[in-house]
Nanobody
Framework: QVQLVESGGGLVQAGGSLRLSCAAS??????MGWFRRAPDKEREFVAG??????RYADSVKGRFTISRDYAKNMVYLQMNSLKPEDTAVYYC?????????????????WGQGTQVTVSS
């Protein structure tokens, strides 16, 4: 049974940092990514990674870093210089694609989400 479990969300002041973790179990995946959903908005791509290649949304480039520990089947999202507009529920996602998908439909499994709130 495949399961993705996120952790590391919380409340932080603007300019602060958080590190999200996602533990995957059940199988390994070629691509893993992070999405977020802000109140009254659609779920949007944040970052994705396949092997050593990574991809970021323009809104987080230079501030967020995705990384993977393949031995532990983990994926992380280091978030620095956080802004109030980064406030959202963040979701870990896993895909069998041989690229880094940026749309939700290309991901096969999802975590339950973790809340990130950035205060001004």
């Amino acid at each position: 049974q495949v399961q993705l479990v996120e952790s590391g969300g919380g409340l932080v002041q603007a300019g602060g940092s958080l590190r999200l973790s996602c533990a995957a179990s059940g199988r390994a995946f070629t691509s893993m990514g992070w999405f977020r959903r802000a109140p009254d908005k659609e779920r949007e791509f944040v970052a994705g990674m396949r092997r050593s290649e990574s991809r970021y949304a323009d809104s987080v480039k230079g501030r967020f870093t995705i990384s993977r520990d393949y031995a532990k089947n983990m994926v992380y999202l280091q978030m620095n210089s956080l802004k109030p507009e980064d406030t959202a529920v963040y979701y870990c996602a896993a895909s069998s694609a041989f690229t880094i998908p940026v749309t939700t439909g290309r991901y096969d499994y999802w975590g339950q989400g973790t809340q990130v709130t950035v205060s001004s």
